[in-house]
């Protein structure tokens, strides 16, 4: 007499378990596909607050670049020629040590430029001199 091996019977919870792994596998390619999209609109679409229109948006952005054009201007003017060298006009949030590394100088070697010390407070709108 031949032996036939028996199928294994499974459980209820087993046989759901499958069941619901062959689901998630039919239905991964079809998710990873739906993040990816989402996330390249995210990427492509900007970002605006509800009720805002493209010409809003436009006008944001030039106000944005002339803001950047001032900044930059604002910089340049900080360091002027004069008869006796370079002078810098210190600016909001400037110190001894940013100042003179900005042109390659010590803060001491700025300080005794500027018959001053590092310890002298600085003042929006001095002017000092530089290498």
Do not use: C
């Not at 209820?12 to 739906?34: C, G």
């Amino acid at each position: 007499m031949e032996h036939k091996p028996q199928k294994q019977r499974l459980s209820r919870v087993e046989l759901r378990r499958q069941a619901d792994e062959e689901r998630r596998d039919r239905n991964a390619p079809w998710q990873s596909l739906i993040l990816v999209l989402v996330l390249v609109a995210l990427a492509i679409v900007p970002v605006a607050a509800p009720g805002t229109t493209q010409q809003e948006m436009r006008l944001e952005g030039q106000q944005s670049a002339v803001r950047k054009a001032a900044k930059k201007k604002v910089k340049k003017q900080a360091v002027q020629k004069s008869s006796s060298g370079k002078t810098y006009v210190v600016q909001s949030g400037d110190s001894w040590a940013s100042i003179a590394a900005k042109h390659d100088m010590t803060a001491d070697e700025l300080a005794q430029l500027n018959d001053s010390t590092t310890t002298a407070v600085l003042s929006v709108g001095q002017k000092l001199k530089v290498k």
